[in-house]
Nanobody
Framework: QVQLAESGGGLVQPGGSLRLSCAASRSIFSINAMGWYRQAPGKQRELVAGISVGGIRNVADSVKGRFTISRDNAKNTVYLQMNSLKPEDTAVYFC????????????????WGQGTQVTVSS
């Protein structure tokens, strides 16, 4: 059974940092590139970062220089380090597989976890 469990969100002031974690079932994690997506109120879900099984990374232009994606294959966990957060980063963040790293290509899967809320506000 596919499992995706995101955590680490919260309320942070502009300029602050957060680290998100996502524990995935081994069946999908071990063979797939993984990514972080976000969905702000009233907007479509967007893919912001991806990492291949071998560690090749890419991030969207909107977060370049501020967000870093990493993965621990032994723990079936993918992380998103978010620095210099802006109010426009406010969204629910999800992890899932990605179809491509360069260019970033989102999954077509209809299965999603609960996500974790990130709110950037003073």
């Amino acid at each position: 059974q596919v499992q995706l469990a995101e955590s680490g969100g919260g309320l942070v002031q502009p300029g602050g940092s957060l680290r998100l974690s996502c524990a995935a079932s081994r069946s999908i994690f071990s063979i797939n590139a993984m990514g972080w997506y976000r969905q702000a109120p009233g907007k479509q879900r967007e893919l912001v970062a991806g990492i291949s099984v071998g560690g090749i990374r890419n991030v969207a232009d909107s977060v370049k220089g501020r967000f870093t994606i990493s993965r621990d294959n032994a723990k079936n966990t993918v992380y998103l380090q978010m620095n210099s957060l802006k109010p426009e980063d406010t969204a629910v963040y999800f992890c899932n597989v990605v179809r491509g790293i360069s260019p970033l290509t989102p999954t077509l899967s209809e299965y999603w976890g609960q996500g974790t809320q990130v709110t950037v506000s003073s």
